[in-house]
């Protein structure tokens, strides 16, 4: 059984780029969930011919902005959208005739675009990296059409950020104009990305620090890469793209004419493919220039920073407090979990996981993991009661736990497929996996699947739980709530202790008390 989220709110958030036009619509109750139900994203080129004709916006470009924005337009209309944040960024912010834009698309769809600084393209889209990913001090860049923006985040919050003319769009048409990319004009472009980046002294990683991009050309060679890698997982956030990797894609990204890439390299868009080699290049001389080995890609940026400002609410820093557990907890609200058997189960896990510490010798962490397992061990039902501890384990695998990495994502993924009477199969894991990883999946998923048990009634009859480790068999004893009945928990518990008994290479005994 499941019950849909009701959210309180809508709202559409239009983001008029340099190179795309991008609209995503979230529906949230603020504070406590959201999801994102709809995003579409069509390229306009809006920064197209700027470098050539004195920062003036292109009579063809402009149109397929005005074209785009009315779409967006009547889309929020048609389904009810009370509340719409339009903001433009660089080709708007750069064009001599900003103004005149502005006014066309005004008169044009009714959208007053908000006109966004430097700086705070910067500050939301560090926001959208701090609460995706959970960034607390590093750096992060945003690698777009017609600007890059770089900002420093210390403590959990932006400290400040700066825009530079690196943008892909931009570079392209100043330096790689053609179909083909001559030695010179390369070197040309990666002196000049050089030198900008050159320029900003205070770019650079303390220790412990992580570089973060977004954006549509980080996410793109994310997906080369990862695609090319065979990676287990589709997920982009928090996928790490490592400078080795991404210079050898530079390479084959010079030797082939435009119209060649797209054919030739899987996972380029045909419309990213005259721009990608210039956005790569400055990926890889930001990681050079700050001496690190790879760039943790997010895919939330200036969008999703602009909707936590508005979930999260005025008057207060927005950022999540918790952010693994408000992920944990948003997924479930999300798929509908039931809240009082989710934490039943959950309670019931960590006594159990608690009271065996001298067996397993697992800390806070794998504490950790078999929590979120329990409150999402049942959310497949959302999909179908039939085997919904598989559909759990792929829902999660799918949307992601912002805050956790790839490798404790499959693991909590792979605890939920455990708490039926499935095992999980790791192989395909391996590449995100870690050693011990796979006596840690089959030990915690038998804590699961008792915890389970002792709630197979869908009652909270079961008060507590304790565990005698001392000896062989192991004995575990249940407690009732008063006047409540909980031998069939306790028989359910003592049918699903196989696994246990395998994980733990002892027997279990299970009795009421």
């Known amino acids: 059984m499941y019950t849909p989220s009701r959210w309180t709110h809508r709202l559409g958030i239009i983001d008029l780029g340099s190179n795309s036009a991008r609209l995503i619509v979230v529906q949230y109750t603020p504070g406590e969930s959201f999801k994102v139900t709809y995003e579409y994203s069509r390229r306009v080129r809006l920064a197209e011919g700027m470098a050539s004709s004195g920062d003036r916006l292109d009579p063809a470009a402009v149109a397929r902005a005005v074209e785009t924005l009315a779409m967006f337009r009547d889309f ?19 064009a001599a005739d900003r103004a005149a834009f502005l006014r066309q698309v005004r008169a044009a769809t009714g959208l007053r675009l908000r006109v966004l600084s430097g700086e705070e393209e910067a500050y939301f889209g ?11 001090a590093g750096l992060v860049m945003d690698v777009g059409g017609g600007s890059a923006q770089i900002s420093r985040v210390r403590g959990g919050r932006f400290q400040r950020g700066q825009t530079t003319p690196l943008g892909a769009v931009r570079l392209t048409e100043a330096y790689l104009p053609g179909e083909k990319v001559g030695a010179a004009e390369f070197k040309r472009l990666s002196r000049a990305v050089d030198e900008t980046l050159a320029r900003l002294e205070w770019m650079t990683l303390e220790a412990g620090g992580r570089f973060v991009g977004l954006g549509g050309t980080l996410r793109t060679l994310a997906r080369i890469d ?20 991404l210079e050898a894609l530079i390479e084959r990204l010079r030797a082939l004419p435009v119209k060649d890439r797209a054919r030739r390299i899987p996972g380029l868009p045909s419309d ?23 760039m943790v890609v ?7 920073g602009l909707f936590y400002e508005t979930f999260l609410g005025a008057g207060r820093a ?10 944990v907890l948003n997924l479930g609200r999300v798929y509908g979990y039931q809240t009082a058997h989710a934490d039943q189960v959950a309670q019931l896990a960590v006594a159990l996981f608690d009271q065996l510490e001298p067996r397993h010798g697992y800390g806070p ?3 950790e993991y078999l929590w979120a397992a329990a409150q999402l061990n049942d959310i497949g039902s959302a999909v179908n009661y039939q085997d919904h501890h598989k559909h759990s384990a792929y829902l999660i695998l799918s949307a992601g736990l912002p805050g956790y990495s790839h490798r404790e994502i499959a693991l909590i993924a792979l605890l939920c497929v455990y708490h039926r009477k499935g095992k999980a199969d790791l192989r395909a894991y391996q590449a995100v996996l870690g050693k011990g990883d796979e006596a840690r999946v089959r030990r915690l998923g038998a804590l699961l699947r008792l915890a389970e048990a002792l709630d197979s009634s869908r009652t909270q009859d079961v008060a507590g739980v304790r565990v005698d480790a001392r000896r062989d068999p192991i004995r575990l004893a249940v407690q009732a709530r008063a006047r409540h009945d909980v031998r069939w928990e306790a028989g359910e518990a003592q049918r699903n202790a196989d696994l246990f008994e395998e994980a733990f290479d002892c027997r279990l005994e299970v009795r009421v008390v």
């Open 318 to 327: 927005p950022v999540l407090r918790d952010l693994r557990r408000f992920s």
């Open 298 to 304: 997010s895919d939330q940026g200036l969008r999703e």
């Open 226 to 245: 990862r695609d090319e890698r065979d990676y287990p997982l589709r997920l982009l956030n928090g996928y790490e793209l490592e400078l080795e990797r």
């Open 76 to 94: 929020c209309a048609a389904h009810g959208l009370r509340r719409v944040i339009p903001v433009a960024t660089a080709a708007t912010r750069d």
């Open 272 to 294: 990213r493919a005259d721009v990608i080699l210039a956005g790569a290049v400055v990926v890889a001389a930001a990681l050079r220039r700050t001496g690190v080995d790879r």
């Open 126 to 136: 560090a926001l959208g990296v701090i609460n995706g990913l959970g960034l607390s």
């Open 365 to 367: 962490r794998e504490r």
